[in-house]
């Protein structure tokens, strides 16, 4: 029996080159892809990190306004407290009067609510590397800046501000009942603002010629954190602008 060999005819050239370009290709394409992949991935985390952070300025932009209204409030009232201690150590008015009247502005006097940026979805973004991919240069620069430049500002105002409220509630305008008075009855403020005045408490704080410089020792500060808010009120409007513009690129 025969056994016939098929014959095997040698490749040319340009079956080689046929073969080395399907090759070449099959593994650049998959190349490719898998670049495209994980650059989809990195600009996924990349925009779900900057919704966190969008989320995260939209809480600071409600307690910014909160810290507003708080410190525009503590600022007339302030301002009236010194008015009203002219008045008294001018003789225009009586002592009874000057307490009365400086002792109902403090029922509704409240300052010294701090305020602090939530950092977490920022540090997030730094720490996953999402803030290198960010395209914008002038976004990464306000990005940066507000939780770097303005947000270090603000931790020292906070502890600044901590240290004033401290001495003016206990040094200069001692609050009966205390911070946290508005807890307690109106009677049992009634009956503490009674016993203040009586006790002669007063004489060395509210009824010492010395009290409108604490006080606007106090109103200063309150001014600078004022002013402070009112800058961050800004530049968190700007940086969602910037987030929002970002998104829609």
Known sequence: MEV?????????????????????????LGFLAENIREHQIINHKTNQNLQSIILDLKKDSVLIQERLQEYNKASILL???NALSIHYHSSNISKDEFLDSALNINIDLNFGTSFYINNSSYKNTISSGSFSNIS????????????????????????????????????????????????????EIKNLISYYKKSLLFNSSLLNKEFIIYNQKAKDRVDIYLFLMTTFNQKNSELLKLLAANQHE
């Open 4 to 28: 016939h060999h098929h014959a095997h005819h040698p490749k040319n050239w340009k079956e080689y080159i046929t073969e080395f370009i399907m090759l070449f290709a099959a593994v650049t």
């Open 79 to 81: 301002e009236k407290l």
């Open 136 to 187: 914008s240069l002038e976004l990464k620069r306000t990005i940066s800046d507000y939780y770097e430049v303005y947000g270090a500002k603000l931790n020292d105002n906070n502890r600044i501000l901590d240290d004033v409220v401290e001495f003016y509630t206990i040094h200069t305008l001692p609050k009966p009942g205390g911070r946290l008075g508005n807890t307690r009855s109106s009677e």
